[in-house]
């Protein structure tokens, strides 16, 4: 995310976009359900960690902005280099969470999580990544979470 609020600063762009958003979770619901996962967890995962990613890109410019930093050299283009490679994570991920559903859709992931210190200097951040694996919504196929907008 370093590098993509690197771009997004370069470049004065908003941290915030809607439609690729939008655009991310519809493939991946369709692709969950090609792999036989719920559509409506997938989408819970990859919305809790586009907000995770949106808290360390509010932090980084809060921090920015009271350094006054200055465009950063040498940063890679959002579009063509850095957009392109997260998004191959994508089927990385969902391959992951096929092979590990069993895992992930019993109260062991939570367990296996629970006491676990993750030392990070995005705590916020850190709290929506985690979400999806914590908060038992894959015990269930229809899951309606609470709003879990980040805030800057």
Request: aromatic fraction near 8%; include cysteine.
């Given at each position: 995310?370093?590098?993509?609020?690197?771009?997004?600063?370069?470049?004065?762009?908003?941290?915030?976009?809607?439609?690729?958003?939008?655009?991310?979770?519809?493939?991946?619901?369709?692709?969950?359900?090609?792999?036989?996962?719920?559509?409506?967890?997938?989408?819970?995962?990859?919305r809790l960690q586009m907000?995770?990613?949106?808290?360390?890109?509010?932090?980084?410019?809060a921090e920015w902005h009271?350094?006054?930093?200055?465009?950063?050299?040498?940063?890679?283009?959002?579009?063509?280099?850095?957009?392109?490679?997260?998004?191959?994570?994508?089927?990385?991920?969902?391959?992951?969470?096929?092979?590990?559903?069993?895992?992930?859709?019993?109260?062991?992931?939570?367990?296996?999580?629970?006491?676990?210190?993750?030392?990070?200097?995005?705590?916020?951040?850190?709290?929506?990544?985690?979400?999806?694996?914590?908060?038992?919504?894959?015990?269930?196929?229809?899951?309606?979470?609470?709003?879990?907008?980040?805030?800057?």
């Amino acid at each position: 995310m370093e590098q993509v609020s690197k771009s997004k600063w370069n470049t004065k762009s908003s941290i915030e976009d809607p439609e690729r958003e939008q655009k991310i979770l519809a493939d991946v619901a369709v692709k969950a359900r090609e792999l036989g996962l719920s559509p409506q967890w997938v989408q819970h995962f990859f919305r809790l960690q586009m907000e995770a990613s949106k808290q360390v890109q509010y932090q980084l410019f809060a921090e920015w902005h009271e350094t006054s930093q200055a465009q950063f050299p040498e940063v890679l283009d959002l579009k063509t280099a850095i957009r392109p490679r997260l998004d191959s994570l994508d089927d990385k991920i969902l391959a992951a969470m096929k092979a590990n559903w069993s895992t992930l859709s019993l109260r062991g992931a939570n367990q296996q999580l629970q006491g676990c210190e993750v030392p990070t200097k995005f705590p916020k951040a850190m709290a929506f990544a985690l979400t999806p694996l914590t908060d038992r919504s894959s015990e269930t196929t229809g899951i309606a979470p609470a709003s879990t907008r980040a805030k800057p």
